[in-house]
């Protein structure tokens, strides 16, 4: 069974560009979250996606979005981008939206570099 | 949000038990704790999970002490490949769904 995709592995941007980076889950998986991940402030969270619902949403400035399609396919889109926004950004999946029971997996996340 | 605490970094023999110790003194009583290990760049991979009871699969064991205020990571047999900044988190509870919520990890060097 393959993995969770991420694409593209790398990207270079400047700043005030938008960006849309893609997630696709593993084979029947209905749950995608979002993380950053920073030198400075490590791992943090972003979004959780299932049903095409956004359950919650953790710390980030609206230009962070994200949505999910029919197919449980995600996508994330930053807007307007800043320096600070360069991170690898990690995508996870899991079979159910519980409460925390579930195993979570992860892509091997896109490098994002702004310039 | 429950947060964790773990030691910047260890040491481990290759062939010895690797024990990671991890204090979440403020975790719910609903919420999960998880481990996951990240090597270079790469995305972290899951190792395992419990909530009160203790597990065992097949790359490592998770004790919980009673209380739930710790836990411990132990990778029975330590290889070269366990050389990685393992990370002890807690599931936490939020809005409709959930979050994992990462500390800063343990690096574990395994040296022959």
């Known amino acids: 069974k393959a993995g969770v995709t991420q694409t593209p592995r790398y990207l270079i941007k400047t700043r005030g560009q938008q960006v849309t980076l893609s997630c696709s889950p593993i084979s029947g998986h209905r749950s995608v979250s979002w993380y950053q991940q920073t030198p400075g402030q490590g791992l943090q969270f972003l979004f959780e996606y299932f049903s095409e619902t956004q359950r919650n949403k953790g710390n980030f400035p609206g230009r962070f979005s994200g949505r999910q399609f029919s197919n449980s396919r995600s996508e994330m889109n930053v807007s307007t981008l800043e320096l600070g926004d360069s991170a690898l950004y990690l995508c996870?999946?899991?079979?159910?939206?519980?409460?925390?029971?579930?195993?979570?997996?992860f892509g091997s996340g896109t490098q994002l570099s702004v310039l | 949000d429950a947060k964790t605490t773990q030691p910047t970094s260890m040491d481990c023999a290759e062939g010895r038990a690797a024990n990671l110790p991890c204090n979440h003194s403020?975790?719910?009583?609903?919420?999960?704790v998880y481990w996951y290990r990240q090597i270079h760049s790469q995305g972290p991979q899951y190792i395992i999970h419990?909530?009160?009871n203790n597990e065992t699969n097949e790359m490592a064991s998770l004790i919980i002490t009673e209380d739930r205020k710790s836990s411990t990571l132990i990778l029975p047999h330590a290889t070269l490949r366990d050389t990685a900044v393992y990370y002890c988190i807690v599931r936490v509870l939020r809005q409709a769904g959930t979050a994992l919520i990462f500390g800063k990890g343990t690096t574990l060097s395994v040296s022959s």
């Open positions: 996870a999946s899991s079979l159910e939206a519980g409460r925390g029971g579930e195993k979570l997996f």
């Open positions: 419990g909530l009160k």
């Open positions: 403020t975790i719910s009583g609903n919420e999960y």
